[in-house]
């Protein structure tokens, strides 16, 4: 099959072809031409104004429910969700049942999704049944096709386990995903420790409980030398924190999520359970720092935290409710709606380069002869998700009937593609 792109800017500062706008021709998965015009018929015609092209998405931190939970999501409409938002790649958290603490979990994810038009990689479990006692077989996990290892939703909370886990992965140079959070801090807490909890009656979280978690794992990365990944990160000390272990030349990265850039506690004023997420929302200064750590850097990139829930874990009291809204679908839209003096190359490494540096993933630049993993996006556009549009099997998101900056046209990974509205055009 036959993919020509045209009038493309191209996003990518390992091209030749950086900065400038072209056609693209793709034959068999591959770039057979990059020029500033290609007249040749192909089977697929791609020709939307103001269209941009960089290297495939990837987002590090998603639920897809698969095994035991497909009637919140499987991997089938999970991929489908992460190719709408233009993600070629996505890393799947292992708080599944059975849980993936093993090398032939793994490689059910691995083989079940394979056919998928978007790569599908397993998250293993730091520890037996995320249970937080007995460290995994991440050697094993990692051999059969696992990218990271995390507990997920529930993070590692005893130092001395952890420490055994840096020290254990350092010998194959993995990485440790951490959502920051003490669970012994705010234990009850629903939203963020502050005035709108207090006016709400809601018990609160403090930012405290994350804090304490990223000054205690750097010092841990400090002692093993190895390399750990906080997610979800919404506190302006946390980013110094990082900031400064940065500096010191520690391994340590981080990424926010998009709705902790978009939305403040304020929002929950009128209980949307939507808006019920692990983070909680934090105020309106916070999310200022947090937007600020993405524009100079301190943020490496975005994590959606892509979590569907069914109807019944969502339509009820707020403190019932589950955590969690999806998110694939709309990330880029909401960085484009909150940040839109963020450039295509900042934009580009965010969604791209820099998590793909993180876990050691090769990203082949745009050139002639290199493998097509591409994702087509209209920085100028705006796009509106419809209940009965989106990709994701759940719906729990407060983004469905807002109009937002920005539009993802689609991606083309290897031989396969996935277009949003765009009909099929021989030339």
């Known amino acids: 099959m036959k993919i020509l792109i045209k009038q493309a800017f191209i996003t990518n500062q390992r091209s030749p072809h950086n900065g400038t706008i072209q056609d693209i021709l793709i034959e068999g998965g591959v770039i057979s031409a990059i020029r500033p015009s ?9 020709d939307h104004p103001g269209l941009h092209i960089s290297t495939g998405w990837m987002d590090i931190f998603s639920n897809f429910g698969d095994p035991g939970y497909e009637y919140k999501e499987n991997l089938e409409t999970g991929a489908a969700a992460a190719a ?31 056919l998928l038009p978007v790569a599908i990689w397993p998250i293993g479990a730091v520890t037996k049944g995320l249970q937080g006692k007995d460290l995994a077989e991440m050697y094993d996990m990692r051999n059969s096709g696992a990218a990271a290892f995390s507990d997920g939703t529930l993070p590692v909370q005893s130092p001395g386990l952890l420490l055994k886990a840096l020290q254990y992965i350092k010998t194959f140079e993995g990485v440790i995903i951490q959502i920051p959070d003490d669970k012994t801090v705010g234990s009850n807490g629903l939203i ?9 009656g809601l018990p ?9 978690i990223i000054a205690r794992d750097i010092e841990l990365v400090r002692y093993t030398g190895s390399k750990i990944h906080f997610t979800g990160v919404t506190s302006p000390k946390s980013l110094e924190y990082i900031k400064r272990a940065k500096e010191e030349g520690l391994g340590v990265s981080c990424s926010v999520t998009p709705y902790h850039l978009y939305f403040t506690d304020a929002d929950l004023t009128g209980y949307d359970t939507n808006l019920k997420v692990y983070p909680p929302l934090r105020t309106g200064a916070d999310v200022r720092a947090l937007r600020n750590g993405v524009m100079d850097g301190t943020v490496d990139c975005i994590a959606t935290h892509h979590f569907p829930h069914e109807y019944d874990s969502k339509i009820l009291e707020f403190e019932y409710a589950r955590y969690g809204m999806t998110g694939l679908e709309t990330t880029y839209s909401v960085l484009r709606t909150v940040l839109p003096d963020l450039g295509s ?16 993933f090769e990203r082949a630049p745009i050139a002639e002869g290199q493998p097509a993993r591409l994702t087509l996006f209209a920085p100028a556009a705006t796009s509106l998700l419809q209940e009965n549009t989106t990709r994701s099997k759940s719906k729990n998101t407060p983004f469905i009937g807002k109009e937002l900056s920005g539009r ?3 991606i083309v990974s290897g031989d396969k593609h996935v277009l949003n509205n765009q009909p099929t055009n021989p030339l």
């Open 38 to 46: 290609i007249s040749e018929a192909a089977d697929i015609l791609v």
């Open 84 to 114: 709408a938002g233009g993600y070629t790649d996505v890393f799947v958290i292992p708080n599944t049942l059975p849980v993936v603490d093993t090398k032939s979990q793994v490689e059910y994810i691995r083989q079940k999704s394979r």
């Open 192 to 200: 963020n420790e502050g005035v709108v909890s207090t006016r709400l």
């Open 204 to 212: 609160g979280k403090p930012m405290m409980a994350e804090e304490l």
């Open 345 to 360: 190359d900042r934009m580009a490494a965010l969604l791209s380069e820099n998590p793909a540096k993180i876990f050691g």
């Open 408 to 410: 993802v046209i689609g």
